[in-house]
């Protein structure tokens, strides 16, 4: 009884390994226990006892290594090189102050809300405006049984009844103001997340920018969802943020209100973290529509100038417009995520970038930052770093993660940035999201990977167009030779497709040509025969459009570690094959010599693995020619050599 509620306790974990782990171990405890109950243990012969007192020690030893284990703070993971900075000195650093500075504005902060709430004295007696309640019985399933009951009970309302509540950091100053909403995602309910936000808060302010933190704890999640939880509720996050704009479109013209032409309300955008994050692509959507696609009988119409959405280590895909995934248009777009998020494993903000589109005159731009060392929880400063909300951190292998301070460091670095170039027209902070490397004095040390697309990109290969691996999009042609691996995919994410496909380049020289030193030891790059060279290329069509002297040629680049021998077994392995050298007679101590020299080799091999050296960056060579055949050849590695993939250990 005592292990079920221990195990009980941990399913949230949802790591099945873990759960099997603990079934025997306290298993093997109890029996322990039982064989030494009344005496049992004395009636039992030679053998039985050698094997019961053996199975008892592995019972203790597992609940010694559970025990271990839930203490410590984790495992350091093996080093990598950050490939970035070992060419960073060449890039040159943008001439501006840091986006994270704070500004020059007095902060002051106030509540709005229903002025009836039963748990949050803020938003009840200590509110500064009033906010009436709305209805979004269309936006929420299942408020129902004894979850719903439970839920009401909590709260004092239902679906039927949701408050507009927020806190908010407004510069002091007659204004207009940017306005700037951020809301919270799935945490225990009872544990308030709004209030995680403060930091940000109080930057913007100083900024020139009104941060209102929203409140939407009361459709998180709670211990009832055992019995039935809210269902399709995302997209009620989204809703409620246009309501709040709503709101204060209303103050904003309301002559009689304090907060009367406070607002900019042609200088909005929203930010959101997990559930949060996914929702705020749900605002930006419905914003544009006239009618909600799931039910016309609900009327939208909103329209306000959204600018900017900024997703914090969103989810994808809780709520489907029509059964597909959440589209819009015009609105530039950040994505944050950590590589180290043990609870939204996957980038799904990069699903979400593959269905963003720039489509009128104006400029608008959308980029990934995925950061080594960031976890899920320090984006908000009262979640920490429990990311799995586990009873036992032990779980949870915190070691490997940033400190909290630089995390938020480097959220305050890229959303300043990126709100100062949406709202502000600050142009000099977007060579930022293209390379990490030009802010490198503003970013706390880390490996930093980017993904970057404009209004004025033009594609000539993206290899979404067809199954044929000659041709590419814009009509040009692909050619290649001696890849051991050449096919065209959908882009694989920890969970989930990216939404986007890509061509898969492989290479193997040690198969080709025996002989040739792959590892690049001591710098020394390896001479290899144009009979075994691997190459890609693709020849572009001029037709479709031309570059000019202000044009750059960009491309997206990244480690895959499938297999660069894929014909090496399986249907390609010939039974008749074998790795085995032919046999040979030699002199005796011409065997002695080889043995020796095996040896060796072997104790070089064992130092190696010892010394746990990590991986080395990548490099190619890339070629250009224009149609008149002038031509320029260099490394990657003179921009920047190409990181492998980011290891985590959750």
Do not use: C
């Not at 605002?283 to 039910?295: F, K, Q, S």
């Not at 900017?308 to 895909?317: L, R, S």
């Amino acid at each position: 009884m005592i292990a079920s509620l221990i195990l009980l306790t941990l399913v949230r974990f949802g790591d099945e390994r873990y759960i099997i782990f603990m079934i025997l171990v306290f298993s093997l405890f109890g029996a322990g226990i039982a064989m030494f109950w009344k005496g049992h243990f004395k009636k039992l012969s030679t053998p039985k006892k050698v094997v019961s007192i053996l199975g008892f020690g592995i019972g203790v030893a597992g609940i010694g290594f559970l025990i271990y284990f839930g203490s410590i703070r984790g495992l350091e993971i093996d080093e990598q090189i950050n490939a970035a900075k070992l060419t960073e000195a060449k890039v040159s650093q943008i001439e501006a102050p840091s986006p994270s500075v704070d500004g020059n504005f007095q902060v002051t902060t106030f509540t709005y809300g229903s002025g009836k709430d039963l748990r949050r004295e803020e938003f009840a007696e200590g509110v500064t405006y009033l906010t009436e309640s709305v209805d979004g019985r269309a936006f929420i399933d299942n408020w129902a049984k004894f979850s719903g009951w439970w839920r009401e009970k909590y709260w004092g309302f239902d679906e039927k009844e949701l408050p507009l509540n927020a806190r908010v950091w407004m510069p002091e100053g007659t204004g207009p103001f940017p306005l700037v909403l951020v809301v919270h995602g799935n945490h225990p309910m009872q544990d308030f997340s709004d209030p995680g936000y403060d930091y940000l808060g109080e930057f913007l302010a100083s900024k020139g920018m009104i941060l209102a933190s929203v409140d939407e704890n009361f459709i998180n999640g709670s211990w009832t969802d055992l019995f039935g939880r809210l269902e399709k509720e995302n997209d009620a996050r989204g809703w409620l943020l246009l309501e709040h704009l709503r709101v204060w479109d209303e103050w904003n013209n309301m002559e009689a209100h304090p907060l009367y032409g406070k607002v900019d309300m042609d200088k909005i955008a929203l930010m959101g973290h997990s559930r949060g994050g996914e929702a705020v692509g749900h605002a930006a959507m419905l914003n544009a529509l006239e009618y909600y696609p799931d039910d016309a009988s609900i009327k939208l119409g909103y329209h306000f100038n959204i600018k900017g959405v900024v997703a914090i280590a969103p989810v994808d895909g809780q709520y489907k417009p029509g059964g597909s995934g959440t589209k819009f248009e015009n609105v530039n777009y950040l994505s944050l995520h950590g590589a180290q998020d043990a609870d939204v494993t996957s980038f799904a903000g990069a699903m979400q970038y593959e269905r963003i589109k720039f489509t009128d005159s104006a400029y608008h731009f959308k980029s990934l930052i995925y950061i080594s060392g960031a976890n899920h929880g320090q984006f908000n400063t009262s979640w920490g770093d429990n990311d799995i909300l586990a009873t036992f951190k032990g779980v949870l292998n915190r070691e490997q993660l940033m400190p909290a301070s630089e995390q938020r460091e480097i959220a305050k670095v890229y959303i300043g940035a990126f709100l100062e170039a949406s709202l502000n027209q600050r142009d000099e902070y977007l060579p930022l999201f293209l390379d990490p490397r030009k802010g490198k004095d503003w970013l706390p040390e880390s490996i930093y990977l980017s993904q970057f697309e404009d209004s004025n990109t033009r594609v000539w290969a993206n290899f979404d167009e067809d199954f044929e691996l000659t041709t590419i999009t814009s009509g040009g042609k692909a050619e290649a030779e001696h890849l051991s691996v050449w096919r065209e995919g959908e882009i694989n994410m920890e969970y989930g497709k990216k939404g986007s496909r890509a061509v898969y380049l492989g290479w193997n020289y040690e198969k080709l040509n025996e002989g040739i030193d792959t590892l690049w030891e001591d710098g020394a790059k390896p001479s290899i025969p144009d009979s075994v060279l691997a190459s890609y290329t693709i020849k572009l069509d001029s037709i479709s459009f031309r570059p000019d002297s202000t044009s750059m040629l960009t491309f997206s680049l990244a480690e895959s570690t499938e297999s660069s021998s894929p014909k090496s077994g399986g249907k390609w392995k010939n039974d008749n094959d074998s790795d085995e050298k032919e046999e040979v007679d030699v002199e005796q101590e011409n065997e002695v010599e080889v043995e020796e020299n095996d040896e060796n080799k072997e104790e070089d091999k064992k130092d190696k693995d010892q010394e746990k050296t990590p991986d080395p960056p990548l490099d190619i060579k890339i070629i250009l020619v224009d149609e008149s055949g002038e031509q320029i050849e260099f490394l990657l590695s003179e921009f920047s050599h190409l990181q492998r993939q980011i290891k985590s250990r959750f």
